[in-house]
């Protein structure tokens, strides 16, 4: 199936109605919110930095008026990704995720999800009472994992049969996406709705050289970050899904229970702005942004030290891994990840993150020839850094995090346990309390209600001692954890 087969022709007018009200503005005297009055009390810090127009577009329009927008928006959302009904999110995918499992899932339900799943979705996770059923990504020996596979997929479901939804993540935050079209057609053969939490793939869609889209592959909903990898402020998103399998009236309510009553209309703007540039021309937009993504991996693959890691370290088909995430080895320059980014933020490059060992780089429509350059460059320096932390040796162990515990309560009941803080190293074989996720990669080791095994704990002391984030527990150190009472 063409991802492109239903985008509109280049050279569609463009049509920004949104933008249009917000550029010829709102009139002097708004007695409504924002207290600021459209910039006129804000701190002079504050407008220095964010400018007075961002300032001026912080108003509301009538509420008629802008839920004829939204929906107007959305329809093309919908058009643009094939789907039966669209929405346009401000509070992030994060808000996605929850609004589509709060649609779909109910306490007590089976939910078969990928272990990769971002922090939003555990907290659906809670929201809704479920339990779920984990399948890992395989991970293999470079440390990069590739997806889900179809086999592990499948027998999660057949141990699983009234599982009442499978949720995937692809692309990973390494830029690799599982085979979707299989995954879909799994569920398919089951009668489970398939989603996809496609928030680092809003761009795969709109270029005939990247993996297939989720909405293409058949996927009954996706959650995609327009923000990540295509043009629309941070913060934004969109939710897309078709008819039939999911309640999209039920998907609706959850949407708007999980959406602020207050949105910022610069946010919203910025989805019909990215909307606008996608039907005028997506596939150019896409195709310079994955050009220069192949450019600058070439380039870097000739500096000395540093590691550009593919499709063959990821073990996965050409195609399934996105030239727009880089992710750069580079344990032979003699400095860490961590070292290695600060390095680089002190001369004007900006890594998406870093691990022990590793660089995360993201290539997007706003990048250019300069922009690569300057990127190779100051990559090229990094030998000559000054004052950089010594590279600690890569402990194989730490390349692929342990396997889930015991599932000895659901994650709503473990976060309404009562709980407690204990040393890491005295909490094997109690239950978790709490999410702990060394990042990148960004797969939990632990969740809440598994019971904390021994190779989960010497795992993350050997994360913190190597500078791995970690993102989630009350103790950012992970020297201590919370578990259950």
Known sequence: ????????????????????LLRAGLGPAAFSCPGHKGGAGALPALREVIGDRALASDVWLDTTTYDELRRDLEQRIARLWSADRAFALVNGSTSGNHALLLSTLAPGDEVVVARDAHLSTHTALV?????????????????????IHAEDFSAALARHPYAALAWVVSPSYAGVSSDLPELAEIARSRAVPFAVDEAWGPHLRFCRDLAVDAMAAGADAAVTSTHKLLTSLSQSSVLVLREGVIDVGRTAHAVRMTQTTSPYLGLVASIEACVAQLEEGGEALVRRAVDLARLARHMLSRVPGVRVLGAREAEVPEERQDPCKIVLEIGDLGLDGPAAETLLRARGVAPEGSDSHRLYLVVGPGDSVDSVRHLVLAVAGLRRGVGARPLRPVDPTLLAPPGPGDQLATPREAYFAPSAAVALRDAVGRVAAELVTPYPPGVPVLAPGERISGEAVDYLRGAVAAGVHIHGPDDPRAETVRVLA
């Open 127 to 147: 929201l809704t009472g479920a339990s779920p059923v984990w399948v890992s990504p395989r991970v293999g020996e470079a440390g990069i994992g590739s997806g």
């Open 1 to 20: 199936m063409s991802a492109l087969m239903d985008l509109p022709a280049s050279g569609t007018a463009v049509r920004t109605p949104l933008l249009d």
